[in-house]
């Protein structure tokens, strides 16, 4: 099991040779084409290494990190020096003083879990500060706990595509719904029902309008809006601007089940600031014309009706605002709690959204509690090793940056997702020393002090499961070891040895054991279960390879609180939907306010920088990889061109900078600059340019933090900025650039050679 899905793979020579997707897999993914020839791919970490100034001087801020040598070293040295690193750190600075980073997406796996074992370590060391909250979520995840009392409920309890497909007239999908994104599920999975739903929804007759700046992020037919990227809120009060003046609002609803309509109302036409957000007003900042917005709302009262926002519209300043104007438009329609009706967020974000929940906890690892309480939003990494001691805004709350002395990293690659790389790598020079595992040289590694080879997931057994995937699957070790790479567990055993608390760390258990207790424990909680499917004794299940659990059929979002609002309220303060928070309003912030309202985007095609900079870029997930992972494998690498990662450009654009496909082009602004191989196709959106995230960041110059990516890394150009004081979420998505050609000579790619 991979995040992508699940197979069975063919070794050979230690490698992976050939792989097979899952038989009950409909709609397996090409992400799959990666996996072989991975594990020996020179990109690997072939043993313990520690940089050769780190060595040589010891501990301390260093702006070579990312272009130094490193020495090899061997696995007790390694543990010795890390051992007696982290207990100089801890006795000098204290624990908060670490910061145990380590956002990322590591493995599928319940007990090799990167972050489950780096946390559980850390925590056991005496604690660490930590990071909340995620770079996919980060705006949500702050405003919709306030909106609706939960945001991941939103896709865990999400109405199931069986009902959409059955009930759905019109679903309006902002951000579209990309069957290439769900592909990927935290966890793994073993279905791919999306595209069969969505083509079941038509066969009935039901209508989809995707609003996207992309017509491929919708499969099959559909009605494509293209506005102005980033004016979503916009279009969504133009919509709700006609339900309110034609009298289409459901107000029995707006009473019953939400508060604060009144107010929101009163800004929706204008009655303070004298600014209706009418259809005309939305056109203007949109580009859709005002016909389409009156057409679109009445069509959306006149059935039964879906309003979707994928989760990037969330992933850019304001992205508060996205979400918690589409529940408020779907609130208006009063639908919410209806079989096919009301709010969806994520479906084409992930494969969760739209899949049935398992009612029973999973079997997981006890990561323990942290003592620490500093913490930091995740998107603020780099403002946490540059401002030490200074205060920050979170979510109504004040809170100081603690002073970092070492950064631990385990499963993540900031490199991939952090923006503006030229201030991450300043920031990165800061701290006294950086440790991470990984099983590849990737860019995060090569800027570390204390590199420590990790196995990948082909190379041991784990459990795999989610919370939305009917199977608990034995992942089965495919390969042996790679070289010297070791399990994340048995380098933190030792570790956790060596420091004095390896008993308690370890509960005297090999990997295997804790597979096994892991398991047992979750079988015996099942067993109570009166209505479970099977749950065979372990050796039983490893050699049958998964177990299928039952699950939740049939759900729809909110039904339980639309049933019965008393007994079921939403864990908001009012118990409704919130479309005004009070709790919010009194934060005062300037940049998120009581109700969801328009803000002007500071990276938008409608704004004054676009006159320097005319092209708005989307940096969105990328299809033939997740992430950065196994950006080396032949499905990513296919995708190139002449090395360089694809950038999709409009023809009219195309033409204008008197570009062909296939060039390679400079993209830029005045952050930094990446080259990227051009590919010229009239499904973008004129004015909007695409170029994934995930090909590893290549500097041309490695000792030059401000040195051109020459492999096409987008975060290069993104601003390091978060979506309000309220969240501080990841703001990736929206970037605004230039593109020219690129004449020089083509620097070769070296992001996959490991370094000297
Ligand atoms: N511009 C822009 N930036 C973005 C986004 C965007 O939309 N635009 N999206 C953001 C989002 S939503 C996300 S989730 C992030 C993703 O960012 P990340 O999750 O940090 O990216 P990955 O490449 O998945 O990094 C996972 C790393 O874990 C390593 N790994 C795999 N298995 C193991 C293991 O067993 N042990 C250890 N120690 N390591 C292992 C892999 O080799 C890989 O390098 O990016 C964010 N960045
Ligand atoms: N293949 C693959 N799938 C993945 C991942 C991966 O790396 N690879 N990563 C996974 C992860 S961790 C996450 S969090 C999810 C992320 O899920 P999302 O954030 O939803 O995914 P993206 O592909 O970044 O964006 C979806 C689409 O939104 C559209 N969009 C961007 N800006 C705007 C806008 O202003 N308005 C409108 N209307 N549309 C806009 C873009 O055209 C884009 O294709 O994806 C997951 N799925
Ligand atoms: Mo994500």
């Not at 204390?450 to 196995?455: E, K, L, M, Q, R």
Request: charged share 20%.
């Amino acid at each position: 099991m991979a995040h992508w899905g699940m197979f069975e793979v063919e070794s050979a020579d230690g490698d992976v040779s050939a792989v097979q997707p899952y038989a009950g897999d409909a709609d397996p993914s090409p992400i799959l084409g990666n996996l072989p020839g991975s594990v020996r791919h020179r990109a690997r970490i072939t043993g313990p290494a520690v940089r050769r100034g780190w060595l040589e001087s010891g501990p301390g801020p260093s702006d070579v990190r990312g272009a130094d040598e490193f020495v090899a070293v061997s696995w007790d040295e390694l543990t010795e020096l890390l051992a007696r690193e982290l207990r100089r750190v801890v006795d000098q600075h204290g624990n908060r003083a670490i910061f145990g980073g380590s956002y990322g997406w590591a493995s599928a796996g319940r007990f090799h879990h990167a972050q489950s074992q780096v946390h559980r370590f850390l925590n056991m060391l005496g604690g660490y500060t930590r990071s909340v909250h995620t770079y996919s979520l980060g705006a949500t995840g702050v405003i919709m706990p306030r909106v609706v009392g939960t945001h991941w409920k939103l896709f865990a309890r999400s109405t199931n595509w069986d009902v959409i497909s059955d009930h759905t007239d019109l679903m309006v999908c902002f951000g579209g719904v990309p069957l290439k994104n769900t592909a990927v599920n935290g966890g793994g999975t073993s279905e791919h029902p999306t595209r069969s739903a969505l083509d079941r929804l038509r066969e009935r007759g039901g209508e989809v309008v995707s609003i996207s700046p992309l017509r491929d992020d919708l499969h099959g037919r559909c009605e494509w809006i293209a506005p102005i990227p980033g004016s979503d809120v916009a279009i969504m009060l133009g919509l709700a601007h006609v339900l309110a003046s034609e009298g289409l609002h459901d107000k029995d609803f707006l009473d019953l089940y939400c508060v604060g309509y009144d107010r929101f109302e009163r800004y929706l036409l204008g009655i303070d600031d004298g600014v209706p957000k009418s259809p005309e007003w939305a056109a203007a900042l949109s580009g859709m014309s005002a016909e389409q917005i009156v057409a679109l709302a009445r069509r959306m009262a006149a059935g039964r009706t879906m309003v979707t926002v994928t989760w990037s519209l969330q992933r850019v300043r304001h992205g508060e605002q996205a979400p918690w104007m589409g529940v408020t438009l779907a609130a208006m329609l009063g639908q919410i709690g209806l079989p096919g009706g009301g709010f969806g967020h994520g479906y084409g974000s992930m494969n969760e959204p739209g899949l049935a929940p398992v009612p029973y906890p999973l079997p997981t690892l006890f990561q323990g509690a942290d003592p620490v309480s500093d913490f930091i939003p995740v998107a603020a990494i780099a403002d946490l090793l540059l401002h030490p001691g200074e205060e920050f805004d979170f979510d109504g709350r004040r809170l100081t940056y603690p002073d970092t002395r070492l950064v631990y990293w385990a499963g993540g690659n900031p490199f991939h997702h952090h923006q503006d790389l030229a201030r991450l790598r300043r920031a990165l020079s800061r701290p006294d020393t950086i440790v991470v595992h990984e099983p590849y040289w990737t860019p995060m590694a090569r800027h570390a002090d204390i590199v420590v080879p990790s196995t990948t997931s082909l190379e041991r057994n784990d459990l795999a499961c989610t919370r939305n995937d009917p199977l608990l699957v034995a992942m089965q070790q495919a390969v042996p070891r790679y070289a010297g790479a070791r399990d994340d567990y048995d380098t933190f055993s030792a570790l956790a040895h060596r420091l004095g608390f390896g008993e308690r760390f370890t509960e005297g258990r090999t990997a295997q054991q804790w597979i096994e207790h892991l398991y047992e424990q979750w079988r015996a909680f099942v067993l109570t279960d009166p209505a479970h499917l099977e749950a065979p004794a372990f050796d039983e299940f490893w050699r049958r390879g998964h177990v299928r659990m039952r699950t939740e059929d049939g759900l729809s979002l909110f039904s339980d609180f639309r049933d019965d609002p008393r007994k079921n309220p939403l864990t908001t303060p009012s118990g409704r939907i919130e479309i005004f928070s009070a709790d919010i309003d009194g934060f005062g912030y300037d940049d998120c306010a009581g109700h969801p309202r328009w803000f002007e985007p500071d990276e938008w095609l409608g704004g004054e920088r676009a006159q320097q900079f005319p092209l708005h870029l989307i940096a969105n997930q990328p299809r033939t990889r997740l992430h950065g992972q196994l950006d080396h494998g032949a499905t990513s690498q296919a995708s190139k061109i002449r090395g360089r990662e694809p950038i999709r450009l409009h023809p009219d654009d195309a033409a204008e900078r008197g570009l062909a496909a296939g060039d390679v082009v400079r993209v830029f602004n005045d952050r930094g600059a990446c080259l990227a191989g051009v590919v010229i196709d009239a499904d973008v959106r004129g004015g909007v340019v695409q170029l994934s995230t995930g090909a590893w960041y290549d500097p041309l110059d490695p000792a030059d933090p401000d040195s051109m990516c020459v492999h096409g890394n987008p975060n290069v150009l993104t601003a390091d900025v978060g979506a309000s004081r309220l969240s501080h979420g990841c703001t990736g998505q929206h970037v605004l650039v230039q593109v020219e050609r690129f004449d020089g000579d083509l620097p070769p790619i070296k992001a996959f050679d490991p370094p000297l």
